[in-house]
């Protein structure tokens, strides 16, 4: 009986003790991410390096891939969806030039990876994804990590969220073939919105920035991100 209690104890520490290594390792994967794919290639807004070396972006994807979660590319999260290639992120979170007390809107929750990132910078976040399941997993997440200014709607983003708008900022995670009216009304006078636009073929991230009242248009990078669809599953 004593022997079965101290072999149980063992188990016990062997398995604490394995976590504690595993929480240093993906810290330690974190900081070289960070280092060597947002730093190293030139992503400087203080803000956006802070969040990222924060936000524990193995949570957001499914346990068998956890221990890919750090490196240098997109990941499945199910339901035939990627949750965006570290250095994406980065990209176009520092395009936005965010300050504390913004409102961001984000079309494709998706994981609620980049919903966290965004949170850790901004005041509020409103986040719409179209997959419920996806959505309701997102949204369980952020509210069990904490977050309390991530908002999250099941729907079709291409309609924007009307009720919050105006926006700062608005970034779009899934690529439409043009960019949707609603999201040009609801971006705020003076603010940014970068989004994916583009075929099967070739997509680029466009920067539009709102200037009395007109949009000035930026390419970005070309990139490859899922489609922008509607509740039919077809493409915009
Ligand atoms: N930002 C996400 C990655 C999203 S992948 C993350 O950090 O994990 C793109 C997401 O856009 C997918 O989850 C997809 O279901 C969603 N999507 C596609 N069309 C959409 C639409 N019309 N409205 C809202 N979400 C949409």
Redesign the pocket.
């Known amino acids: 009986m004593r022997k079965l209690k101290y072999i149980g104890l063992a188990v016990f520490f062997l398995l604490s003790c394995n976590y504690c290594v595993s929480q240093t390792e993906y810290k330690e994967l974190r900081e070289r991410m960070v280092e060597d794919q947002i730093i190293a290639r030139g992503i400087s807004d203080s803000r956006v390096i802070k969040a990222m070396k924060k936000v524990e972006r193995h949570l ?1 994807v499914p346990e068998s891939a956890r221990r890919y979660a750090y490196r240098d590319g997109p990941l499945s ?1 199910g ?1 035939g ?4 290639q570290p250095y994406i ?1 980065a990209c176009m979170t520092e395009s936005l030039e965010l300050k504390p007390g913004m409102k961001v809107l ?10 966290a990132i965004l949170a850790e910078i901004v005041a509020e976040v409103y986040t ?4 419920e399941k ?1 959505g309701e997993r997102a949204k369980k997440l952020l509210v069990s990590l904490g977050y309390k200014n991530v908002h999250v709607k099941i ?4 309609e924007g969220w009307i009720e919050h708008a105006p926006y700062d900022a608005v970034i779009v ?2 690529a439409p073939n043009n960019i949707p009216g609603p999201l040009k009304e609801q971006l705020a006078e003076g603010g940014r919105m970068i989004i994916p636009v583009g075929g099967r073929g070739i997509q680029y991230l466009i920067l539009n920035r709102k200037k009395n009242g007109k949009i000035r248009q930026e390419n970005i990078l070309p990139v490859m ?6 509740e039919k599953g077809e493409r ?1």
Not at 81 to 84: A, E, G, W
Not at 106 to 115: D, H, M
């Open positions: 957001f999260i339901e969806q990627t949750i965006s992120v984000e079309i494709g929750t998706g994981s609620g990876y980049q919903a719409v994804e179209i997959v996806l729907g079709d983003g291409y995670t899934c991100f899922v489609p922008m669809v509607n915009y």
